[in-house]
């Protein structure tokens, strides 16, 4: 990192941004509303962003919900892991920030101990879909990105339910939709 002397003040340039670490905000809030794993409800998910030139990003995002139902009898588990990686555009070339298209795969692997018809068999997940969002970086990295999305996720073997997401995508019969995400993290 260099200076740069402008009318008598020394000014430290900025350093680029190549990395963003984000979460989802709204999954915290869900943690805290059901009182997290003792509620028995937790769900997380974290997101890297990599930023390749100033058009293109590459995203990864993992995640992990976690319910327990004690009123059922026997008692109901639901455990599902997500593995979403993303081509993120933008084509204001911003680099990380702003306005961007992505488009996404997910795969992801659902257990739940209560469906009669699967027992404790695991449920394969695979879909694709895009994503449109907004992201703000401040001078001290801090980021807040919010963004709305539609895809679709097959479960393999089919189900006749749909599980619902750790990255808050309501998954049905024509289609998963995320009304709104909104990502809180770092740049660096």
């Given at each position: ?39 028995g409800y937790?769900?997380i ?24 139902y ?23 070339k ?15 692997l ?35 990105q ?10 393999f ?6 599980p ?6 309501f998954?049905?019969?024509y289609?998963d ?8 993290g770092?740049?660096?």
């Open positions: 990192m260099g200076s740069l002397l402008v009318s008598g003040i020394i000014c430290e340039e900025q350093k680029e941004q190549k990395y963003t670490l984000q979460t989802n905000s709204l999954n915290f809030l869900y943690n805290i509303i059901f009182l997290g794993i003792p509620g937790f769900q998910d974290l997101e890297g962003q990599y930023k390749i030139n100033e058009i293109v990003n590459m995203s990864l995002t993992t995640g992990y919900l976690y319910r327990h004690p009123n059922y009898e026997p008692h109901y588990y639901v455990n599902h892991f997500l593995l979403k990686p993303m081509f993120i555009f933008r084509l204001n911003t680099g990380l920030k702003g306005f961007y298209l992505g488009i996404y795969s997910n795969m992801g659902y257990t739940d101990t209560h469906m009669k018809q699967y027992g404790d068999k695991a449920v394969f997940l695979l879909g694709a879909g895009f994503d449109a969002g907004y992201k703000w970086i401040y001078k001290n990295g801090f980021t807040i919010l963004s709305t999305g539609f895809g679709k996720t097959l479960c073997p089919e189900a006749n339910y749909y619902t997401s750790p990255d808050l995508r998954l049905g019969n289609g939709l995320q009304i709104i995400n909104l990502k809180l770092y740049s660096f």
